[in-house]
Each structure stands twice: as C-alpha cells, then as structure tokens.
C-alpha cells in the first residue's frame, strides 16, 4: 500500500513555484492512491458515466500524461500512453508515479 508521507519541510517553504507544483502533483497523486487502497478489484474497476470511467483508467491517464510532459519538454517524442490494465492495484501506480514525476523534475529544471 503506498503511504502520504509528510514533507521534510512545509510546501510553502519552497522558493521555486515549479518545485511547488510538482511537489503538489505528486502529493494529491499519493492521496488519491492511498484512498483507493481498500477498493476490491472490482470497485478499482468499476465503469462510470464520466472521465475515463474507472478509476485504473483515470489512474494510468493522468501516469501517462506526467511521461509525455517529461518526453516533450526533453525534445521527444511522446511515448504511448501505459496500458490501464497492467496496474490491477492503486498501489501498482506508484513506481510508474514516481518515475513520471521524477522525469518531469529533470526536463522541467533544465529549462530556464
């Protein structure tokens, strides 16, 4: 289970509005996963009339959307979006959520 953990320091202590919002991102993000936790698989994939309608899909929309900012602002070609259904947990996001912030931090601090 992938678990909120409290920043070393206060969000508002960050100088950079760039590291503010990607610190946030990937806070919210960790809240979401960590709230979906105890669904069943089931309810992880329950379809509803909104969105990407269920919540793995949502889950891999918004993981692949953090990639392909990263390959583009790097000069790449953006990537395909991950596959919904090789994340059959909340849980299994997290590698592919901290890879994705991780690259979007490298491009984003290379620019100016």
Not at 3 to 14: E, L
Not at 29 to 44: K, M, N, V, Y
Not at 46 to 54: A, D, N, S, V
């Amino acid at each position: 289970m992938a678990t909120v953990d409290t920043p070393a320091r206060s969000i508002a202590s960050y100088a950079d509005p760039l590291e503010i919002l990607l610190e946030q991102d990937l806070w919210g993000t960790r809240l979401i996963i960590d709230s979906a936790a105890p669904l069943t698989g089931e309810q992880f994939r329950t379809e509803f009339p909104m969105g990407f309608g269920t919540l793995q899909k949502t889950l891999a929309h918004m993981a692949s959307a953090v990639y392909r900012w990263g390959d583009v602002l790097g000069g790449n070609m953006p990537r395909a979006p991950l596959e919904w259904a090789n994340f059959p947990t909340p849980a299994s996001f997290v590698p592919a959520f901290d890879e994705s912030n991780a690259l979007l931090r490298v491009q984003a601090a290379a620019r100016p």
